[in-house]
């Protein structure tokens, strides 16, 4: 049901709006990508993983690496939560959820027994030669973005 990509395959491609209404491309980003899907603004751990990252964000700076959100929530909710919590990180809004299924991050979950289709929290390092470098399929928040840094320090050889 879920295609997710794996290590070594090309990464999908994308043109997709940020917080900010201009389109983010893969093919204009010629550095590391940190790519990561999370289900909704403004809730507990989507706020903490964005908070992480933005604690980190002049490190992934200095290994040469964008740091890129993704939900289905629009632009004006994504300025909101950047606001609210002093983020720095780009966030893309994918209400149609093409990017995030074509990232096999729209699964079937489960909560307090009912299934639902939603965002599967997954993070992907994308080389830059539009590779994946390293897939995080099913994330948990505490400690992810030290996590996809350390991971990113190794492949970089920085």
Request: proline share 6%; hydrophobic share 35%.
């Amino acid at each position: 049901m879920s295609n997710i990509p794996q290590i070594g395959q090309p990464a999908p491609d994308f043109s997709t709006p940020d917080q900010n209404n201009n389109l983010v491309n893969l093919a204009d980003i010629n550095q590391w990508i940190v790519l990561y899907f999370y289900p909704k603004d403004n809730t507990p751990g989507c706020t903490t993983e964005a908070q992480d990252f933005t604690e980190l964000s002049s490190e992934f700076t200095t290994v040469g690496a964008n740091i890129i959100g993704v939900s289905p929530d629009s632009a004006a909710s994504h300025c909101k939560f950047i606001d609210k919590h002093n983020l720095s990180i780009t966030l893309l809004t994918d209400p149609e959820h093409q990017l995030i299924e074509a990232y096999g991050a729209w699964r079937l979950k489960k909560f307090m027994g009912k299934e639902y289709m939603g965002v599967a929290r997954s993070t992907f390092l994308i080389s830059p030669d539009k590779t994946i470098a390293y897939a995080w399929p099913n994330v948990k928040t505490k400690g992810h973005a030290e996590a996809v840094y350390k991971k990113i320090q190794e492949l970089a050889a920085i």
